[in-house]
């Protein structure tokens, strides 16, 4: 096997090389097929002299001698113009080359001069009692403008330098006496207001500390925050699409209404983040741990939260339709809500549709009303779940362990119950067939669909 894909790879390599050359080849075939051809044809009468005949004045052979030294300063003239061509090509390129790397050079020189004078203005702002102006002070309006205009002229790391500089003159870090519960709805949250603010590619990776930051309504698609402390760090209304936050610690960060399309928080921390109304479409959220998270009314289409943690996570109204949650941790612990009510992990008319859940833990998940149609749940544990009324049709549940679990007035039309451990279920008034209930695992205990005990 090995050999054949040795062979194969050795054909593949020579067969891009003649592809390189194919032009050439070609002319030179034909030229060798054109004069195979005169050849032939020359033995054949006498006027060529090819067959030794001289009747003739002159002979095809003589004008094709002369032909070939009347050739001579053509191919040479030909050569030069094609020599002086490539020369002029790549001395074209070189010229390009350099007037790009000196536009590039100009270019980091204006956004280096602009960065300078920024901070110096900033300065002259801080000595004006910049810290301790109002937010309907001159000082504090000049300087919120300054700060929105400089950002778009500068590149990804000199954003990150802005940030900084703001950091550590304490011009974004949050008011301590606003209301973190409340803040999404006021506009003083810091001296310095970034909504709005392009910091799209900002590179904010590693050594960065914007815990406690004001970065609501912020611009920052495609920014780099990987393993940056961002717990409590206010980013509701922000952008953040195709950002990297892969290790980042979000850890009771504010996200509300934030847009996360396709965002990378691998090996994240989101415990105690509030998502709630986010749009998570296609994030990557494999391994993330997000206990506790408030996920109410999120989009989370396409998402891969395969082997995340989500224990105790609030997800009412979330929609995970085609989302990847193999082997993902929905297990019940409890914990105290907003309202002070305890509650255990909450899907309530949540969309699962066609979500993978391969494997996902589940066990004691309020799962009620949950569209959960053609969704792949093959050994999941749902054990002690509550999915009274949830619509299962078609669903993948071979071998899933749905001991104790409320499936009451539950859809399971078509669903694949093959191996599946249903002891002690309640499938009072469940849609399903008695061909389906034969290949389960188990029944033992059970209370079937006409309300009757299974032995």
């Known amino acids: 096997m090995l050999r054949g894909d040795a062979m194969e790879a050795g054909f593949r390599s020579w067969w891009q090389k003649i592809k390189q050359h194919l032009i050439t080849i070609l002319i030179v075939a034909i030229i060798l097929v054109v004069a195979i051809a005169l050849i032939i044809v020359g033995y054949?009468?006498?006027?060529?002299?090819?067959?030794?005949?001289?009747?003739?004045?002159?002979?095809?052979?003589?004008?094709?001698?002369?032909?070939?030294?009347?050739?001579?300063?053509?191919?040479?003239?030909?050569?030069?113009?094609?020599f002086t061509t490539k020369q002029s090509q790549a001395s074209d390129r070189a010229n390009k080359q350099q007037h790009e790397t000196e536009l590039q050079i100009a270019t980091d020189n204006q956004r280096e001069a602009a960065l300078q004078a920024y901070i110096d203005k900033m300065a002259d702002l801080l000595e004006k009692h910049l810290r301790e102006s109002k937010p309907e002070e001159e000082v504090r309006k000049i300087a919120n403008?300054?700060?929105?205009?400089?950002?778009?002229?500068?590149?990804?790391?000199?954003?990150?330098?802005?940030?900084?500089?703001?950091?550590?003159?304490?011009?974004?870090s949050i008011n301590?006496?606003?209301?973190?519960?409340?803040?999404?709805?006021?506009?003083d949250l810091s001296i310095i207001s970034l909504f709005g603010a392009d910091l799209s590619g900002a590179d904010l990776n590693g050594p960065y500390r914007l815990n406690d930051v004001n970065l609501a309504g912020a611009i920052l698609n495609d920014a780099h925050l990987e393993k940056t402390d961002l717990s409590g760090a206010h980013l509701h209304y922000a952008e953040l699409n195709g950002a990297h936050l892969e290790k980042a610690d979000l850890t009771k960060a504010y996200l509300v209404d934030a847009k996360l399309k396709g965002v990378r928080l691998e090996r994240a921390r989101l415990l105690n983040a509030h998502l709630a109304a986010a749009d998570l479409s296609g994030a990557f959220l494999i391994s993330a741990v997000m206990d506790q998270v408030d996920l109410?009314?999120?989009?989370?289409?396409?998402?891969?939260?395969?082997r995340a943690r989500l224990m105790s996570a609030v997800m009412d109204q979330v929609n995970l339709t085609d989302a990847k949650l193999m082997r993902a941790n929905l297990s019940h612990a409890k914990f105290v809500s907003r309202s002070g009510v305890p509650i255990r992990a909450k899907m309530g008319s949540?969309?699962?549709?066609?979500?993978?859940?391969?494997?996902a833990i589940l066990s004691g998940a309020h799962l009620m009303l949950v569209h959960l149609t053609g969704a792949r749940l093959s050994d999941a544990n749902l054990s002690d779940a509550k999915l009274i009324r949830a619509n299962l049709s078609d669903a993948n549940l071979r071998g899933a362990n749905l001991r104790k679990a409320d499936l009451r007035g539950t859809n399971l039309s078509g669903a694949d119950l093959r191996?599946?451990?249903?002891?002690?279920?309640?499938?009072?008034?469940?849609?399903?067939?008695?061909?389906?209930?034969?290949?389960?695992?188990?029944?033992?205990?059970?209370?079937?669909?006409?309300?009757?005990?299974?032995?």
């Not at 003739?56 to 050569?79: E, F, M, Q, R």
């Not at 990150?160 to 974004?172: N, W």
């Not at 109410?296 to 395969?306: F, H, M, R, V």
Request: hydrophobic share 40%; no cysteine.
């Open 44 to 82: 054949r009468f006498d006027w060529t002299g090819f067959n030794g005949s001289n009747k003739s004045g002159k002979t095809l052979w003589d004008w094709l001698n002369l032909l070939g030294v009347l050739a001579i300063p053509v191919v040479v003239g030909l050569g030069t113009l094609w």
């Open 145 to 172: 403008i300054r700060t929105l205009t400089i950002l778009p002229r500068l590149d990804g790391r000199r954003k990150g330098f802005v940030v900084q500089f703001l950091l550590d003159s304490g011009l974004i």
């Open 176 to 187: 301590k006496d606003v209301d973190r519960e409340k803040a999404y709805e006021l506009n």
């Open 296 to 306: 109410t009314g999120a989009k989370l289409i396409g998402a891969d939260l395969s």
């Open 350 to 359: 949540a969309n699962l549709t066609r979500a993978d859940l391969t494997g």
């Open 419 to 455: 191996e599946a451990d249903l002891s002690e279920a309640n499938l009072t008034e469940a849609t399903v067939t008695a061909e389906q209930l034969d290949k389960t695992k188990l029944l033992q205990g059970a209370t079937m669909p006409d309300g009757s005990k299974h032995p």
